[in-house]
């Protein structure tokens, strides 16, 4: 293989060397032709076929080993030599041509292997036993910056300043036993910088096993060592702010089980066992269905994370509640590797919005005993009306039995009124007694027709006594609503009342109530309208406010208390001005399921 010239043993260009390679064979063929000194004058080819090693190829170089063989024969027979010393010529030359090709050989070798050295861009250095440097590669000078020129003869400790940061001896101890050595070393670059290098060292030596020489080879990991160092401050960080989160932290496996939890866990109440004992045994079993479909849901979207409330048992066996948020982590292969979660501890949340909704319900029960109040003089009304009947039907049978004859028709229509009208004032009195009864909220299929008549069957007097015309639109083919009976009735009277006062100040022949049930699309709209005084103006959403009144004697609770049960059945409720004046009052609620059943609404 032809080598670049700057390999070369003389570093002389090539025509000159053969030019010299010539002249000396003709040199010598002169010599020993045209002198006769008693030795072997032709073993001075050696020097052409050595000189011819530099230069010449495989084949060149036997070429030339054979012309100089035939000027050696060609001088003999000429000049009649000694036959001696013609042989000891040949085999000279033939002797040192194989030597020279071998030499060769090994030179070629060795500078191929310099050459992929220099190709490398490791920092590669041999340095004798002295710590001196021999060889200073490429990769060397631009690691470190220093050249060849300024490196070799340099200990090498020294010029990286290798010592500054860490002992050397104990390297060099290890290197004489083992012959091997590898570790980190920090040096020092010929600007002042400071390198952390993954360094190599290797003894070189003779054929007898005798120490020759100290191969080092460096590679710069000083980014490495940096990233590494960030890593670690990312990972001590991460464990601080893990520990300061006043939430369960944890990761889970891709079947549930739990991988990690944080120390909060035990500083909750978990105990240490919680990592082991999994969430299916640390889960409320009320809560476990729950836990189960929303943990199915979010591992089939793949988009969205985890989100549910559900108890969990502390190392005490109680219960408390916490709000569990989750988001999935896939593989390489798509599937989900790991869930990274948060528990956050709600037991106070819940306390307070069980004890909210307790107080709403009372709050909701003093308004409708606060309602039926107003209604009095229209409740004793409606049920002195059939107890009257009932008397008075009662005095004529008791005139009929008198008689000599028994009128047994009229007994008949008599005794059928007096249960009619019992029947009625009974009816009257249920539905009194549900309105002023604090119970738990009971949802069903209700006819909005008939939840309507029923208020108006209680308001009715209270109209008639102060003057004013009601107007009911409603369809008999309206779906059903699905919601708690008293409550809606109680957001229709209030709003009926309301709107009754509204118009006190009214003249009498223009005080009109128009009560208004319509469909639309999936809901149910109910309006109550008035010809009152109107709205102030800004005041629409001030209404629904909680204690917020336009009337001196109200407590500003009725509209508020009407908005919470509304939006408790998933239906809205707002105020608005007509264009013919006066006041409505609407709200929405959602036409019922076929199931007819509507479960899971919190009570009011």
């Known amino acids: ?32 032709y045209f002198t006769h000194f008693d030795m072997a004058m032709a073993t001075l080819y050696v020097i052409v076929v050595a000189m ?51 030499s060769r050989n090994a030179f070629r070798e060795l ?15 041999v340095r004798g036993l002295d710590d001196k440097i021999q060889y200073w590669n490429s990769g060397a000078e631009e690691l470190y910056g220093f050249g060849r020129q300024q490196a070799q003869g340099r200990v090498s400790h020294e010029l990286l300043n290798t010592g500054a940061e860490q002992s ?39 054929s007898r096993g005798r120490p020759l020489a100290i191969l080092e080879s460096n590679n710069d990991i000083t980014e490495r060592k940096k990233a590494e160092a960030s890593l670690k401050e990312q990972e001590r960080s991460k464990r601080v702010a893990l520990a300061t989160i006043p939430a369960l932290v944890w990761i889970s496996r891709s079947d549930m089980s739990l991988d990690y939890v944080n120390a909060h ?32 849901l979010a591992w089939q979207s793949q988009k969205q994370g985890l989100e549910v409330e559900a108890r969990l048992r502390l190392n005490d066996g109680s219960y408390r509640w916490f709000l569990h948020r989750a988001l999935p982590i896939y593989g390489d292969d798509g599937e989900v590797a790991r869930w990274y979660g948060t528990s956050i501890d709600i037991q106070e949340r819940k306390s307070a919005q069980e004890a909210l909704i307790k107080a709403q319900a009372e709050l909701a029960h003093t308004s409708r005993v606060l309602s039926l109040g107003e209604l009095a003089a229209s409740i004793a009304h409606e049920v002195n009306q059939p107890i009257t009947t009932v008397v008075t039907h009662g005095e004529a049978l008791q005139l009929w039995l008198r008689r000599p ?81 008293v409550q809606l009735q109680q957001v229709l009277l209030n709003l009926i009342l309301n709107a009754i006062q509204a118009m006190a100040q009214v003249p009498e022949e223009a005080r009109h109530l128009r009560l208004d049930i319509s469909e639309s699309g999936q809901s149910l709209t109910f309006s109550v309208t008035d010809s009152g005084m109107g709205i102030p103006p800004g005041q629409h959403q001030q209404l629904f406010n909680a204690f917020y009144t336009t009337r001196e004697e109200g407590m500003g609770m ?28 609407s709200f929405t609620l959602p036409v019922a399921a076929e199931t007819a059943l509507v479960a899971d609404h919190a009570p009011l």
């Open 168 to 206: 050397v001896a104990p390297i060099t101890s290890e290197l004489m036993r083992t012959g091997r050595w590898k570790g980190e070393l920090v040096q020092q670059r010929a600007d002042g910088a400071w390198l952390t290098v993954s360094s190599r060292w290797a003894l070189l030596r003779d």
């Open 265 to 296: 866990w035990q500083a909750q109440g978990f105990g240490e066992s919680a990592k082991t004992l999994g969430w299916c045994q640390l889960l409320h079993p009320d809560d476990t269905a729950q836990w189960d479909a929303k943990w199915q």
């Open 52 to 102: 011819a090693a530099n230069f010449a190829s495989r084949l060149g170089l036997i070429a030339i080993i054979f012309g100089c063989l035939g000027l050696a024969w060609l001088g003999f027979m000429l000049g009649s030599g000694n036959p001696l010393h013609f042989v000891i010529s040949l085999v000279a030359i033939i002797a040192t041509g194989l030597l020279v090709g071998r």
């Open 405 to 485: 004859e028994l009128a047994t028709e009229e007994i008949k229509a008599g005794v059928a009124a007096m249960v009619a009208e019992g029947r009625r004032a009974g009816e009257i009195i249920r539905r009194l007694r549900d309105m002023a009864r604090n119970s738990q909220a009971q949802h069903g299929p209700l006819q909005c027709a008939a939840l309507a008549e029923e208020v108006l069957a209680m308001v009715r007097h209270e109209l008639e006594r102060k003057k004013v015309r009601l107007s009911l639109e409603a369809s008999s083919s309206l779906p059903q609503i699905a919601g708690d009976r």
């Open 558 to 585: 009725g509209l508020s208390i009407c908005r919470s049960i509304i939006e408790a059945h998933d239906g809205q409720i707002w105020a608005e001005t007509p264009a013919s004046g006066g006041a409505r009052f």
């Open 1 to 32: 293989m032809n080598l670049p010239l700057s390999y070369s043993l003389i570093p002389v260009p090539r025509p000159l060397c053969i030019t010299l390679t010539l002249l000396m064979a003709l040199l010598i063929f002169s010599l020993d």
């Open 111 to 125: 500078e191929r292997q310099a050459s992929l050295l220099e190709l490398t861009h490791d920092a590669i250095f």
